[in-house]
């Protein structure tokens, strides 16, 4: 199958000008800040959230985690850097489902390989949701079906990039559906997706809830559906795909990751600050407010479940690809 990649030149300055990690390691780890690196841009979802869990993962390392943004090839860069950070356990990063399955699947980036990363965990496990500016005529799923199969080619559906989290399982329900739509990238991350709905620039988002939580919550967004196994609680009233009748079930994901060279020691202190951010009250209420989905997966966990995501997405991209329905 054909990839398309960056110039190899063209990521290797990119990379080459960023600041490297420092190399002082001492005794009684973490002695000092951590570097946090985020391969989507400032303000989105993505960004949002991690920001917040990492204010509270500050507490239970008792070192400061500075947030460094590094966008570019649908979050390919900014994994690159963490990739050839110095493995001494103060340069972390956050991955998302791009991370692991676009960039890699489209051989985005030259060298990539995401087994030189090692996860540390599991953040947040949200469903695939269509989303619509609240001053539209669809109330429902079934009103955007309707009109899209009345006049195809005409409404579009927002997503982060080709082959991505969201452009996916929004490929897979129009395909079931029978519609046809445009599937419009904003390969920066969600910010920008929601300011295209927000000002009408698109029909409607493929994102997750909490990338939209702030204009849902204000009234200016509408969800129609979620691609959940189960309603969101938070949502109660929203409907899930499948009981509208089409068997599509995404969502995306954020891990947390370090370089596999980091000692296993260092690994599993950063594993174990992580999951007891889970137990401060103020974060499981910050979490239950903004609808971020969290759900914490050690690093056993979050490597399992990221391994079967993987062999899921890459078979239905390879069979979307063979029906002329995504670029290889």
Same mark, same amino acid.
């Given at each position: 199958m054909k990839r398309y990649k960056l110039s190899t030149s063209f990521v290797a300055s990119l990379i080459l000008t960023l600041p490297l990690a420092g190399t002082a390691v001492g005794n009684d780890y973490p002695t000092r800040d951590i570097m946090h690196i985020m391969p989507w841009? #400032?303000?989105?979802?993505?960004?949002?959230?991690?920001?917040?869990?990492?204010?509270?993962?500050?507490?239970?390392?008792?070192?400061?985690?500075?947030?460094?943004?590094?966008?570019?090839?649908?979050?390919g860069i900014g994994t690159m850097r963490l990739m050839r950070a110095r493995p001494d356990g103060y340069t972390?990063?956050?991955?998302?489902?791009?991370?692991?399955?676009?960039?890699?699947?489209?051989?985005?980036?030259?060298g990539y390989d995401v087994e030189q990363l090692t996860y540390l965990g599991a953040v947040t496990v949200h469903p695939t949701a269509i989303i619509v500016n609240a001053n539209s005529s669809w109330e429902t799923l079934e009103d955007f079906v309707a009109e899209a199969s009345e006049a195809p080619g005409t409404l579009s559906i927002s997503n982060v990039g080709a082959g991505s989290v969201w452009h996916l399982p929004a490929l897979d329900f129009a395909n079931q559906a029978g519609i046809e739509v445009q599937h419009i990238p904003y390969p920066t991350g969600s910010g920008p997706q929601m300011e295209a709905l927000l000002s009408g620039e698109?029909?409607?988002a493929s994102t997750s809830i909490?990338?939209?939580?702030t204009a849902i919550e204000s009234g200016q967004a509408r969800v129609l559906a979620v691609m959940g196994d189960e309603r969101e609680?938070?949502?109660?009233?929203?409907?899930?795909?499948?009981?509208?009748?089409?068997?599509?079930?995404?969502g995306g994901f954020r891990l947390i990751a370090t370089?596999?060279?980091?000692?296993?020691?260092?690994?599993?202190?950063?594993?174990s600050a992580f999951a007891e951010v889970f137990d401060i009250p103020a974060f499981q209420k910050v979490a239950e407010?903004?609808?971020?989905?969290?759900?914490?997966?050690?690093?056993?966990?979050?490597?399992?479940?990221?391994?079967?995501?993987?062999?899921? #997405?890459? #078979?239905?991209m390879d069979e979307l690809a063979a029906q002329g329905l995504l670029e290889d």
């Amino acid at each position: 199958m054909k990839r398309y990649k960056l110039s190899t030149s063209f990521v290797a300055s990119l990379i080459l000008t960023l600041p490297l990690a420092g190399t002082a390691v001492g005794n009684d780890y973490p002695t000092r800040d951590i570097m946090h690196i985020m391969p989507w841009s #400032a303000g989105g979802g993505t960004d949002t959230v991690m920001r917040t869990f990492m204010n509270y993962a500050e507490r239970t390392l008792d070192v400061g985690i500075n947030t460094q943004n590094i966008t570019g090839a649908q979050s390919g860069i900014g994994t690159m850097r963490l990739m050839r950070a110095r493995p001494d356990g103060y340069t972390i990063g956050t991955l998302t489902w791009d991370s692991v399955i676009t960039v890699p699947y489209y051989n985005l980036v030259p060298g990539y390989d995401v087994e030189q990363l090692t996860y540390l965990g599991a953040v947040t496990v949200h469903p695939t949701a269509i989303i619509v500016n609240a001053n539209s005529s669809w109330e429902t799923l079934e009103d955007f079906v309707a009109e899209a199969s009345e006049a195809p080619g005409t409404l579009s559906i927002s997503n982060v990039g080709a082959g991505s989290v969201w452009h996916l399982p929004a490929l897979d329900f129009a395909n079931q559906a029978g519609i046809e739509v445009q599937h419009i990238p904003y390969p920066t991350g969600s910010g920008p997706q929601m300011e295209a709905l927000l000002s009408g620039e698109t029909d409607a988002a493929s994102t997750s809830i909490s990338a939209a939580y702030t204009a849902i919550e204000s009234g200016q967004a509408r969800v129609l559906a979620v691609m959940g196994d189960e309603r969101e609680e938070s949502f109660p009233d929203v409907p899930t795909f499948k009981e509208l009748g089409y068997d599509v079930v995404w969502g995306g994901f954020r891990l947390i990751a370090t370089q596999t060279a980091v000692e296993l020691a260092q690994r599993q202190v950063l594993e174990s600050a992580f999951a007891e951010v889970f137990d401060i009250p103020a974060f499981q209420k910050v979490a239950e407010e903004t609808g971020m989905g969290a759900v914490w997966m050690d690093a056993k966990e979050a490597s399992a479940y990221v391994q079967a995501t993987q062999e899921r #997405a890459f #078979a239905l991209m390879d069979e979307l690809a063979a029906q002329g329905l995504l670029e290889d």
